[in-house]
């Protein structure tokens, strides 16, 4: 594996653990952190929120290079690999290695950005339940 994947995987297994962690606290504390203070989930979606917005630029450039690296495999053949491989060609295959780790750190930058878009889910459906209850807890103090 090449340091450039290594450090790749390495990212990817950081940035998972950091998502994982932010999902349970939002699983474990979702329920008694709205009871306590709407505002700390505000603040948590407005945190994700901009999170996503910084990282729109990168998202945009990710899609284009997965895209690219889509319409360029399907342009390649195995036919041409081995005839590389066969012809002593690694300059290109080291130009295709590139280019496929490339295009694995624009899918990892893709399913990052997915990660956050979740949470903004869970965050906003979480507020959404807060906003039903309080009017149907509203409801049944008035009737």
Not at 62 to 69: H, L
Not at 85 to 113: G, M, N, P, Q, W
Request: aromatic fraction near 4%; proline fraction near 0%.
């Amino acid at each position: 594996m090449s340091e450039r994947m290594g450090r790749l995987c390495d990212e990817l297994r950081i940035k998972l653990h950091s998502i994982d962690r932010r999902l349970e606290a939002l699983k474990s504390n979702g329920v008694a952190a709205f009871e306590k203070s709407q505002d700390l989930l505000e603040s948590q979606l407005d945190r994700v929120e901009q999170r996503i917005y910084d990282n729109r630029v990168t998202v945009e450039a990710a899609n284009i290079r997965v895209k690219t690296w889509l319409a360029e495999k399907r342009a390649g053949s195995i036919a041409d690999r081995v005839l590389w491989k066969e012809h002593h060609k690694t300059h290109l295959l080291e130009v295709r290695a590139d280019e496929a780790e490339t295009y694995a750190i624009a899918v990892f930058e893709l399913a990052a950005s997915a990660a956050d878009e979740a949470a903004l889910a869970v965050l906003q459906a979480l507020l959404a339940r807060n906003d039903a209850d309080t009017a149907s807890d509203a409801e049944v103090s008035v009737g």
